[in-house]
């Protein structure tokens, strides 16, 4: 069953914490994707990765880090320098030409 | 640097009746433009792009150039339309990197 699997679902931190989100993927897509999604706002591009090994900052990079060390994988990092952590994480991947496939979201809450 | 504008958060429109969710874009080039939507408790997924000139679920939507405009549209609306729709901008060919707006939640009232 091919798709994209993000986990946990629901992540809770402390201040000062770092966190990592995970991202998998068996759809043997080239590119992937983190979007940061709060309301009113719509989806924010936080880094993207266009192949194993090397990765872009998006719009919002600032606070985060990622890893693209296998093709399948692509986990996020919340730093605890990221001011405004609490949001609603989406994953996704490409190939080209045809769009987006999304994962079902991780939604990391800063106690 | 290019941005998507979606004046409306939210729309109500009666059952049966046409449907238009506005999507504005700031580029100077070719852009591609894509439409995604979210249904309640589903995953953001594809819901049509100008390129495939196509009708999904009887959803259409025209590239305008001149307006510099993408906006979505159905003659006559479903109970089943009810979800959150995000335009998106791509302008790098030599990527699939996309820009979204901040979405349109469409209700249909039955």
């Known amino acids: 069953d091919g798709g994209i699997t993000q986990s946990p679902k629901y992540l809770f931190r402390k201040e000062g914490q770092n966190v990592t989100l995970s991202c998998e993927q068996n759809?043997?897509?080239?590119?992937m994707y983190w979007y940061r999604q709060d309301p009113g706002q719509g989806l924010r591009l936080i880094y993207y990765s266009q192949i194993v090994n090397d990765f872009q900052k998006g719009d919002i990079a600032e606070g985060y880090s990622v890893s693209r060390e296998k093709k399948e994988s692509f986990p996020l990092t919340v730093t605890s320098a990221q001011k405004n952590p609490t949001a609603f994480y989406l994953c996704?991947?490409?190939?080209?030409?045809?769009?987006?496939?999304f994962g079902s979201g991780t939604r990391l809450t800063v106690v | 640097a290019q941005r998507v504008t979606q004046p409306e958060k939210l729309l109500s429109v009666f059952k049966g009746a046409p449907v238009e969710l506005k999507c504005n874009y700031s580029?100077?080039?070719?852009?591609?433009l894509f439409w995604y939507v979210q249904y309640s408790r589903q995953r953001l997924q594809l819901l049509l792009r100008?390129?495939s000139r196509e009708s999904i679920k009887g959803f259409t939507a025209d590239l305008n150039k001149g307006e510099t405009s993408f906006h979505l549209k159905k003659p006559f609306a479903q109970e089943e339309d009810s979800a959150m729709y995000y335009c998106?901008?791509?302008?790098?060919?030599?990527?699939?990197?996309?820009?979204f707006g901040t979405g349109t939640r469409l209700t249909i009232i039955p």
């Open positions: 580029y100077s080039g070719s852009p591609e």
């Open positions: 100008h390129i």
């Open positions: 996704a991947s490409s190939n080209r030409g045809y769009g987006y496939t």
């Open positions: 998106a901008l791509r302008v790098d060919f030599g990527n699939e990197k996309l820009t």
């Open positions: 759809l043997n897509h080239d590119a």
